[in-house]
């Protein structure tokens, strides 16, 4: 777990300093509407950037943000929170037994963090409280696109709509 730590803290020095795109949008909220509007079709969702190799042995990490708290999410479903006032907090997602996450997409949604992420054969949609960490997930099929939201609900591709 050491390890973990020190890795965690050596990537979000290094990297997240450098990104510059902002986690929330500085459009006022009625241009945001309208944009949202024009491009209802597309998916607000973001993909998180992965570092490490996609090696069975390797240890692949995905780094992603929101308006709370920067997040470190490892393969095997360990995650850590660091908010800004610096505060390191762990959470867990489902990981099943022998599968590694392969891909992460993001969004703040309504205050909670949303995450769909692809481990193995499945897919999975998390919906996480930032404040405690408190996590719900669906199983959703492992070759999802990410979806749009309608009416408090995700609309995949396929057709899938899940809850939210």
């Known amino acids: 777990m050491k390890k973990f730590v020190v890795v965690c803290v050596v990537v979000v020095g290094a990297v997240l300093p450098a990104s510059s795109s902002p ?23 973001v993909l998180a950037e992965r570092f490490g190799e996609a090696s069975a042995k390797e240890r692949t990490f995905f780094l992603f943000s929101t308006s709370v708290a920067k997040y470190i999410l490892r393969h095997d479903g360990t995650g850590e ?19 590694r996450i ?7 949604f309504e205050g909670d963090l949303l995450l769909l992420y692809q481990a193995g054969d499945t897919g ?21 696109s990410p979806p749009t939201i309608k009416d408090h609900r995700l609309v995949f591709s396929d057709g899938t709509v899940v809850s939210l």
């Open 23 to 45: 986690a929330v949008s500085s459009l006022p909220a009625r241009d945001e509407c309208a944009v949202r509007a024009q491009h209802a079709d597309e998916s607000p969702f």
């Open 81 to 99: 929170a660091t908010s800004h006032a610096g505060l390191r907090r762990s959470f867990y997602v489902r990981v099943g037994a022998g599968e």
């Open 102 to 108: 392969e891909r992460v997409y993001s969004l703040e």
């Open 124 to 144: 999975y949609v998390a919906r996480m409280n930032q404040r405690s960490r408190k996590v719900r997930i669906v199983t959703i099929d492992p070759n999802f």
